[in-house]
């Protein structure tokens, strides 16, 4: 709170953030202006406003949404679309605790609990099946790597290695 000259403590308001216009972002996120625009056809960003001239003007909001996208595809491999359903339930769940925190009625409550759970359960779904298939890939890296193994074992031993032996002697 400030106090003004001429009387009480008035209340201070945060400076408004400022918008940024695609290029900035794409600095700032180390994003292309064509993956932030495709990002926003395929659904995952809308800008928070359009300037005058109808250029796109992003929040911080948006910026700490293109580096949860960009980290989701980048580090841990997730499509586009698994991405979507990822943002989708993460919005349903802010919609959720709002609607939790408006009501006091118990049904309601208990059908917005529901929907939060239901929202998780196809998260760990999701999550599972990329756990499964990265679990998948180390099993098959592994499986070549012992095959060389054997590879460098024969030669170590003076055989000649079996080339007609299956894919992973």
Do not use: C, W
């Amino acid at each position: 709170m400030t106090r003004s000259p001429a009387g009480p403590a008035a209340p201070q308001t945060a400076p408004a953030a400022r918008l940024l216009r695609i290029q900035e972002v794409a600095t700032e996120t180390g994003l292309t202006p064509r993956s932030i625009r495709y990002y926003e056809e395929m659904g995952l960003l809308a800008p928070a406003a359009r300037s005058d001239g109808d250029y796109r003007l992003y929040d911080p909001d948006d910026i700490d949404r293109l580096r949860s996208i960009r980290g989701l595809r980048d580090d841990a491999g997730f499509s586009l679309a698994e991405i979507g359903l990822l943002l989708e339930d993460e919005q349903s769940r802010a919609r959720n605790r709002t609607r939790f925190r408006s009501t006091g009625d118990a049904d309601e409550r208990r059908a917005i609990v529901a929907d939060a759970l239901a929202a998780v359960d196809r998260q760990v779904v999701l999550l599972r099946g990329k756990r499964e298939r990265i679990d998948a890939m180390i099993d098959a890296a592994g499986s070549r790597r012992a095959h060389l193994e054997a590879h460098l074992a024969d030669i170590d031993a003076g055989r000649e290695p079996d080339h007609h032996a299956g894919a992973h002697r």
